[in-house]
């Protein structure tokens, strides 16, 4: 049981931080970024060049990866998300934009990546053996600290600096920010900024577990769609609900559904089906209308 609580933790922690990311960007704009996933493999690629290739120390690759996802997202915000939600008269025209970057996104990884899985050498070496009920190794824990690290910054930076003050009534009603004086083109390019940011840290992060490859963009942005359904689309605490509850879904599934096969993710689907069914706006989200 105590290893089930480790894993799910583990994995949470790293989904949660995902979600907080497209949370952001949804809450601010009331767009689905169908590229998060893609952002957060570009981000895990930058880490692996910067590292690998360059030879220089991790927390460079990541910081590397943290600036470039930040620049990439304020550049599509203020050039193609904000001229076509100013013009467009319906919005199925950035949900299709936002796959237009997806695709164009997984072309630029493969030409300047290719697609073959990439890694990092471990940070940290050994395994935290706790009398056998909890088998861990050093790098996750590390992993997992970091990016409850950067949860907990990105709440506080939220709740109490005047960007996140402002992108918080932005969120709550575009129209009165505006009319109380806040610069919402700035702010919404902040907001994307660090949401891309977000996805691109975790992609740094993980390269050093999972490492990295061209086909993951999708099944990332499935999951965190996954989070911010079940936590309540658009709200900062539902995301992180949501991803922490989807990693321990996930871990209890991989233990108790191995004997069955790989049928985790179709139990945790038709969890999620029925569960949509009863709460659609999810467990934190107001009742759409």
Same mark, same amino acid.
Request: proline share 2%.
């Given at each position: 049981?105590? %290893?089930?609580?480790?894993?799910?933790?583990?994995?949470?922690? /790293?989904?949660?931080?995902?979600?907080?990311?497209?949370?952001?960007?949804?809450?601010?704009?009331?767009?689905?970024?169908?590229?998060?996933?893609?952002?957060?493999?570009?981000?895990?690629?930058?880490?692996?060049?910067?590292?690998?290739?360059?030879?220089?120390?991790?927390?460079?690759?990541?910081?590397? !990866?943290?600036?470039?996802?930040?620049?990439?997202?304020?550049?599509?915000?203020?050039?193609?998300?904000?001229?076509?939600?100013?013009?467009?008269?319906?919005?199925?025209?950035?949900?299709? +934009?936002?796959?237009?970057?997806?695709?164009?996104?997984?072309?630029?990884?493969?030409?300047?990546?290719?697609?073959?899985?990439?890694?990092?050498?471990?940070?940290?070496?050994?395994?935290?053996?706790?009398?056998?009920?909890?088998?861990?190794?050093?790098?996750?824990?590390?992993?997992?600290?970091?990016?409850?690290? +950067?949860? $907990?910054?990105?709440?506080?930076?939220?709740?109490? !600096?005047?960007?996140?003050?402002?992108?918080?009534?932005?969120? /709550?009603?575009?129209?009165?920010? %505006?009319?109380?004086?806040?610069?919402?083109?700035?702010?919404?390019?902040?907001?994307?900024?660090?949401?891309?940011?977000?996805?691109?840290?975790?992609?740094?992060?993980?390269?050093?577990?999972?490492?990295?490859?061209?086909?993951?963009?999708?099944?990332?942005?499935?999951? $965190?769609? +996954?989070?911010?359904?079940?936590?309540?689309?658009?709200?900062?605490?539902?995301?992180?609900?949501?991803?922490?509850?989807?990693?321990?879904?996930?871990?209890?599934?991989?233990?108790?559904? !191995?004997?069955?096969?790989?049928?985790?993710?179709?139990?945790?689907?038709? !969890?999620?089906?029925?569960?949509? $069914?009863?709460?659609? %706006?999810?467990?934190?989200?107001?009742?759409?209308?």
């Amino acid at each position: 049981m105590e %290893q089930i609580l480790a894993n799910g933790l583990y994995l949470g922690a /790293q989904y949660a931080l995902i979600a907080l990311g497209l949370t952001l960007i949804f809450s601010l704009m009331n767009v689905l970024n169908f590229a998060h996933g893609q952002m957060y493999v570009f981000g895990g690629f930058v880490t692996y060049t910067v590292v690998v290739q360059f030879g220089l120390p991790f927390i460079v690759g990541l910081i590397a !990866s943290a600036v470039t996802l930040a620049i990439i997202g304020a550049l599509i915000e203020q050039y193609l998300f904000r001229p076509v939600i100013r013009k467009s008269q319906r919005e199925e025209s950035t949900m299709l +934009l936002a796959a237009g970057i997806a695709f164009f996104l997984d072309a630029v990884i493969l030409l300047l990546f290719g697609e073959k899985q990439r890694g990092v050498p471990k940070i940290v070496d050994g395994v935290f053996n706790w009398d056998f009920r909890i088998i861990m190794p050093y790098d996750r824990i590390l992993i997992c600290g970091l990016a409850i690290a +950067l949860i $907990a910054s990105f709440i506080l930076f939220m709740q109490y !600096s005047k960007a996140g003050r402002a992108m918080r009534a932005l969120a /709550q009603d575009r129209v009165a920010a %505006q009319l109380m004086g806040v610069d919402v083109n700035r702010y919404s390019m902040l907001g994307f900024a660090l949401g891309a940011m977000l996805a691109g840290v975790v992609g740094g992060l993980l390269v050093t577990i999972t490492g990295i490859n061209l086909g993951m963009g999708g099944p990332t942005s499935i999951k $965190a769609f +996954l989070m911010i359904m079940i936590g309540g689309a658009g709200v900062i605490s539902g995301a992180i609900a949501g991803g922490f509850i989807l990693g321990m879904m996930e871990s209890v599934g991989l233990t108790a559904l !191995s004997a069955y096969g790989d049928i985790t993710y179709l139990v945790i689907f038709a !969890s999620l089906m029925v569960f949509l $069914a009863i709460r659609p %706006q999810g467990l934190m989200g107001k009742p759409w209308g």
